[in-house]
């Protein structure tokens, strides 16, 4: 083995852990590698096993594994993600205000670990990085996915009477209203997430549903 440099830029979200991409331009981060050049990974189905940047994987020491080779000269990017975080290596933050005046301490010099994630690949032959990406729902949001769930489920089963149509409409109204207003309340960068106006199921329809049978039982 020996020791090699190599520069290289992949593609990221518009942002750490959202789901997000502009196509024009496509936003990007360069790191360089510095390491052996060849590292190797044992996979099992799709479960990523280990990994070792020193030397070569045995297949006695990993039994029923699939043992990857991979030249880091080809692919610099997967021996950086399975390189040991430096021991002097820092964050970098900028102050982010959000909607509820708190300030969000927003990485300014992520590592590729950081955007990235080693996964086995779809067909089980070799391992791949892929974007990491967080749950963007708050819990209200969650729990308002539940609600519509809920409704959605009887209102497919049975013909409701008009006046509970225009009750469970206003709900939704409402529902999408506050979907819109927290798109932009991003979980991980609070402490604490405010409820608000969280959209509450109006009783009358509440219990007129609770009267019929569960449409997971009607055929």
């Given at each position: 083995m020996a020791d090699i440099t190599k520069e290289f830029t992949?593609?990221?979200?518009?942002?750490?852990?959202?789901?997000?991409?502009?196509?024009?331009?496509?936003?990007?981060?360069?790191?360089?590698?510095?390491?052996?050049?060849?590292?190797?990974?044992?996979?099992?189905?799709?479960?990523?096993?280990?990994?070792?940047?020193?030397?070569?994987?045995?297949?006695d020491e990993h039994p029923n594994c699939t043992i990857i080779e991979i030249d880091c000269n080809d692919r610099p990017e997967i021996g950086q993600w399975m390189k040991v975080l430096a021991d002097d290596f820092e964050y970098t933050y900028e102050d982010e205000t959000q909607a509820d005046g708190s300030v969000y301490k927003k990485i300014t010099n992520p590592r590729l670990r950081d955007w990235k994630d080693l996964v086995v690949n779809s067909d089980g032959t070799d391992v791949e990085l892929v974007p990491l990406y967080k749950l963007e729902k708050t819990t209200h949001e969650l729990i308002l996915d539940k609600r519509l769930r809920?409704?959605?489920?009887?209102?497919?089963?049975?013909?409701?009477?008009?006046?509970?149509?225009?009750?469970?409409?206003?709900f939704k109204t409402a529902a999408s209203d506050y979907i819109t207003a927290n798109a932009s309340?991003?979980?991980?960068?609070y402490i604490t997430v405010a409820e608000?106006?969280?959209?509450?199921?109006?009783?009358?329809?509440v219990n007129l549903l609770k009267t019929l049978p569960d449409p997971d039982t009607v055929l």
């Amino acid at each position: 083995m020996a020791d090699i440099t190599k520069e290289f830029t992949v593609n990221v979200q518009d942002e750490l852990w959202l789901n997000k991409w502009t196509d024009d331009p496509v936003n990007t981060a360069t790191y360089t590698y510095t390491g052996t050049d060849t590292v190797w990974a044992s996979i099992h189905g799709d479960n990523l096993m280990g990994f070792d940047t020193e030397k070569e994987m045995s297949q006695d020491e990993h039994p029923n594994c699939t043992i990857i080779e991979i030249d880091c000269n080809d692919r610099p990017e997967i021996g950086q993600w399975m390189k040991v975080l430096a021991d002097d290596f820092e964050y970098t933050y900028e102050d982010e205000t959000q909607a509820d005046g708190s300030v969000y301490k927003k990485i300014t010099n992520p590592r590729l670990r950081d955007w990235k994630d080693l996964v086995v690949n779809s067909d089980g032959t070799d391992v791949e990085l892929v974007p990491l990406y967080k749950l963007e729902k708050t819990t209200h949001e969650l729990i308002l996915d539940k609600r519509l769930r809920w409704l959605e489920k009887y209102e497919n089963t049975y013909d409701l009477d008009d006046d509970t149509k225009v009750l469970i409409a206003a709900f939704k109204t409402a529902a999408s209203d506050y979907i819109t207003a927290n798109a932009s309340v991003l979980p991980w960068k609070y402490i604490t997430v405010a409820e608000g106006n969280l959209p509450k199921l109006p009783m009358a329809v509440v219990n007129l549903l609770k009267t019929l049978p569960d449409p997971d039982t009607v055929l």
